[in-house]
């Protein structure tokens, strides 16, 4: 097992992340007999395994790195890319809202290098299933080596299909897009998706996610959501506590909506109708 997350020590085989003191990260996979070679050192593998997970240790030239156990966080943001990938701060907000857990079945597209459905494959477990359209055979390639190397394939279907002639599936609990003409295949989501089922994608403009308003009304979905996450981060100091100098200030906007059983028109949401994202306040 690539990641074992309830394991204390350093298993044979499992992913290792080796931190050196300038948080310098280094992503490597503990296989007996291996070894990293870095200009501070060769850290050899039979060393590391069996050591508690936080350990110091040291390369054979005396320099410290730290052991510690990759999170999913850290796994995404490793991601072997060639496309663009989504990032833990918008997939961690996705998987809640699109109810994403063990052994939910959901479609995404499409695939590209495959971090979402790293998250996807993760949240599902063995129980569910990631159904994963990708029209370029060299991006599906890659993403199922990503997932490969990560031991979560088997949680995944790979289909390598423009979804512009539609999905296989019906009455899928959720459906993600990450590709950038949603609205022109709002006809073929509501088709796979569970009635009142989950609706996502994320667009990097407001040209598009003005289209996409539009489709979801005509194709009937409700209860739609747009919104957009800002991470700042703090350098750490106690006594000089302050915002980074740098951040990433725009990734994309993310779009939720429910798919409707109806017979009457859903009505357009207005300027001044109630958001449903506020917080119920206590009676
Ligand atoms: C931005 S990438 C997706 C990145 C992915 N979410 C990740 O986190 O790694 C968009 C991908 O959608 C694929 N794509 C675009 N239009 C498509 C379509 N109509 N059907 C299937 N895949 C499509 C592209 O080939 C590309 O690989």
Redesign the pocket.
């Known amino acids: 097992m690539a990641i074992t997350p309830s394991s204390t020590t350093v298993h044979p085989g499992e992913l290792v992340q080796l931190v050196s003191p300038s948080n310098k990260i280094y992503f490597v996979r503990a296989i007996p007999g291996g070894d990293l070679q870095t200009h501070r050192g060769v850290v050899r593998f039979d060393d590391l395994i069996g050591l508690p997970w936080g350990s110091q240790i040291f390369s054979h030239l005396g320099s410290t790195f730290f052991l510690l156990q990759p999170g999913l966080a850290d796994i995404i943001k490793e991601?072997r890319?060639?496309?663009?990938?989504?990032y833990p701060k918008d997939i961690g907000f996705i998987l809640m809202t699109l109810n994403i857990g063990p052994g939910v079945r959901v479609i995404?597209?499409?695939?590209?290098?495959?971090?979402?459905?790293t998250a996807l494959a993760w949240a599902v477990g063995t129980t569910g299933k990631v159904i994963s359209?990708?029209?370029?055979p060299e991006?599906q390639n890659l993403?199922r080596k990503n997932l490969d190397r990560l031991d979560l394939a088997s949680n995944v279907e790979f289909k390598l299909?423009?979804?512009?002639e539609g999905f296989d599936e019906q009455n899928v609990d959720s459906l993600f897009l990450?590709?950038?003409?949603p609205y022109?295949?709002m006809a073929h989501v509501q088709r796979a998706l569970k009635p009142g089922g989950f609706f996502g994608c994320?667009l990097p403009t407001f040209n598009q996610v003005e289209k996409l308003l539009l489709t979801l009304y005509q194709y009937q979905f409700g209860f739609t959501d747009v919104c957009e996450i800002l991470l700042r981060y703090y350098k750490p100091v106690h006594n000089r506590l302050r915002p980074t100098d740098r951040m990433v200030a725009h990734t994309g906007y993310l779009i939720f909506s429910r798919s409707i059983l109806s017979n009457e028109k859903i009505t357009f949401p207005q300027e001044d109708s109630e958001a449903n994202h506020e917080f119920n306040q206590p009676d």
């Open positions: 991601t890319r060639n496309t663009q990938i989504m995404e597209a499409g695939t590209g290098s495959g971090a979402m459905t359209y990708e029209a370029r991006m993403a299909r423009d979804i512009a990450d590709l950038p003409n022109d295949y994320i």
